[in-house]
């Protein structure tokens, strides 16, 4: 079972700057895309960023001009490394990763969450 650990949350203020990182805890067999998505209470689960083995990436409308989300040469580890947050990007953030830990076993698993506040 692939564990995901993440690191890098905590409070900033308004205009500052995170980065989050996400590590595998098992190499896959193959890594189909990674990414990272966001909750607030009472809201839904939403998509942030991700990127995609082809190496093509893919932003909320929010984010985009913001947050750039990046892995490691390995597929192990990815990053979002997140600039001028404002108040309504407080959330908790969830590290994803698709794809294959064996050839033939398909999974999609998720981090334990990580709070990122912004506040002054």
């Known amino acids: 079972q692939v564990q995901l650990l993440e690191s890098g949350g905590g409070l900033v203020q308004p205009g500052g700057s995170l980065r989050l990182s996400c590590t595998a805890s098992d190499s896959m067999y193959a890594t189909i895309a990674m990414g990272w998505y966001r909750q607030t209470p009472g809201g839904e689960r939403e998509l942030v960023a991700s990127?995609?083995?082809?190496?093509?990436?893919n932003y909320a409308d929010t984010v985009k001009g913001r947050f750039t989300v990046s892995r490691d040469s390995a597929w192990t580890t990815v990053y979002l490394q997140m600039n001028s947050l404002k108040p309504e990007d407080t959330a908790v953030y969830y590290c994803n990763v698709k794809g294959y830990p064996t050839r033939t076993e398909h999974g999609d698993y998720w981090g334990q969450g990580t709070q990122v506040t912004v506040s002054s």
């Open positions: 990127i995609n083995r082809g190496g093509g990436t």
